[in-house]
């Protein structure tokens, strides 16, 4: 049995900010300096999948959310002008991922020196962000978890012969959507990672009400539900679960009820916070 690890939180403002600093860090290879080149570099993307374009189009998504909570915030600490500081400090630094700079030259967008007092301005402001929307730190041995359960996931659903070839279909989508975002959470965060997640949750209940009793008994797929409860607990702060699950309540609240037909055997009652199974723990 592997042994239960203290949970460390983080904050989207921090995240974002140590996002920026590998990005600042990072020595190209390429003799191509354009921002989209190097960015596909640094994030070992195809340049030609339109997949790469959704993930760095997530960096704006985050910065926008972000500078959104900003100017929401209502706290005696931060006054107008650290709002405008906080806000001009994200602008500068997401600037080279806007598409009308991809074929900007990199050194004009990404340097060190100009990026440190806008990532340490994040940093500091991350301390209070913390107090109002802290989230999971997931560290590598998590995603390597994740990958690893989200592959017996995929092998079980690919080989599976006891559900429609539509309702394999639509899982196989939802957990290669899910994998990309875990294979380059850098990119995706929290959030994007969550909604997908969801969105897989919600596929696997269209499929469980779409069949028949006789293959809802026959259609088990263990690994799946071990995978996405495994999700869960690395993402969403335990002592949140319930919360959390309203929020996405469309895609996870009736993940235990509804899905029991497909996913087995049964997903325990989330209670606390012990949920689904031990961070580390793979389906063998």
Known sequence: MVAQQRVSYTDEATELANFFYRIATYKSESDDERNYTILCEFGGFDSNNVETLEAIAEIGRRASRLNDFIATLDDEVIDQYLKDSLRLSVKTLVAFAAPLN????????????????????????GRIVRDYKPINKVTDADIS?????????????????????????????????????????????????????????????????????????????????????TATQVLIRPAEVAQAINTYRSALSELMSDSVPLISPPLRQITGPNVGPEIGQTNT
């Open 102 to 125: 991809f074929s900007s030259s990199w050194n004009a967008y990404v340097n060190l020196d100009k990026f440190m007092p806008q990532i340490n301005n994040l940093r500091l402001f």
């Open 145 to 229: 978890t994740l990958r690893s359960t989200l592959s017996d996931a995929y092998a079980e659903a690919l080989e599976t012969t006891d559900i429609s070839e539509w309702a394999k279909f639509a899982i196989l989508q939802g957990l290669d959507r899910v994998n990309f975002r875990i294979s380059h959470f850098d990119f995706f965060g929290h959030d994007a990672t969550i909604s997908a997640l969801a969105k897989l949750r919600f596929d696997v209940e269209v499929v469980a009400r779409s069949q028949s009793e006789a293959q809802s008994r026959a259609g088990k797929l263990v690994a799946l539900g071990i995978f996405v409860m």
